[in-house]
Structure formats: structure tokens, C-alpha cells
Nanobody, 122 residues
Framework: VQLVESGGGLVQAGGSLRLSCAAS????????MTWFRQAPGKEREFVAA????????AYADSVKGRFTISRDNAKKTVYLQMSSLNPEDTAVYYC????????????????WGQGTLVTVSS
């Protein structure tokens, strides 16, 4: 599985941004597609997850109600719509794929994109 993120950039606090993750290769419906983020000096943290089958989504408490994960199976693309952004959301955002039950932990994801930087100014 190859993953390529796009859509990062600079946005003012309170603004919105949509990240995309284009997948190629094997993308079985049972795969968990996840978003993680890593701020400077901090550990990589789970943000959101979805399955290609569409029967499952999950969010970190810190983004619940502000971020929405979705997927377009025909395009093999996963999206992360981010709203009400604040400076604490500033991080490199990574798309990942997991075939394991440990999808909410970084080591539980076998495939990773290169990351896209999101900067939220106050």
C-alpha cells in the first residue's frame, strides 16, 4: 500500500482545511485507514480512523466534533475535514493504514504516507 497526503498549509485559527490521502496498491475493505499527527517535540498521536467498508469511524477526543473522516472508494482516497482549527492543531499530519486491531497506535499501522504540514496561526 502506498499513501500520499495532500492539502496541508497555513490557516488562521477558526478556519478549516481538508486533507486528502490517496492510496494505491492493496486496499482491502477490512483495512483501517487512519490519520495521525505529530507536533514538534511531541509523540505521534491518533486523530481519526475509518474502514474502506464505511461501517466504522473513530476520533480522538481532542478532535471529536471538529474533524470528520470520510472516504471515496472509487478514488481510493481518504479525507480529513478539519474545522474550528486552533493553534494546538498545528502538526505534521500523517495518513496510515492498519490491518491490525491496534490501529489507534502508531506501531499498529504498517503503511505510512510522507506527511503534510498543517500550521494554524493565532
Amino acid at each position: 500500500v502506498q499513501l500520499v497526503e495532500s492539502g496541508g498549509g497555513l490557516v488562521q485559527a477558526g478556519g478549516s482545511l481538508r486533507l486528502s490521502c490517496a492510496a494505491s496498491g492493496r486496499t482491502f475493505s477490512t483495512y483501517y485507514m487512519t490519520w495521525f499527527r505529530q507536533a514538534p517535540g511531541k509523540e505521534r498521536e491518533f486523530v481519526a480512523a475509518i474502514r474502506w467498508s464505511g461501517d466504522f469511524t473513530a476520533y480522538a477526543d481532542s478532535v471529536k466534533g471538529r474533524f470528520t473522516i470520510s472516504r471515496d472508494n472509487a478514488k481510493k482516497t481518504v479525507y480529513l475535514q478539519m474545522s474550528s482549527l486552533n493553534p494546538e492543531d498545528t502538526a505534521v499530519y500523517y495518513c496510515a493504514a492498519s490491518t491490525t486491531p491496534a490501529w489507534s497506535r502508531a506501531p499498529g499501522n504498517e503503511y505510512w504516507g510522507q506527511g503534510t504540514l498543517v500550521t494554524v496561526s493565532s
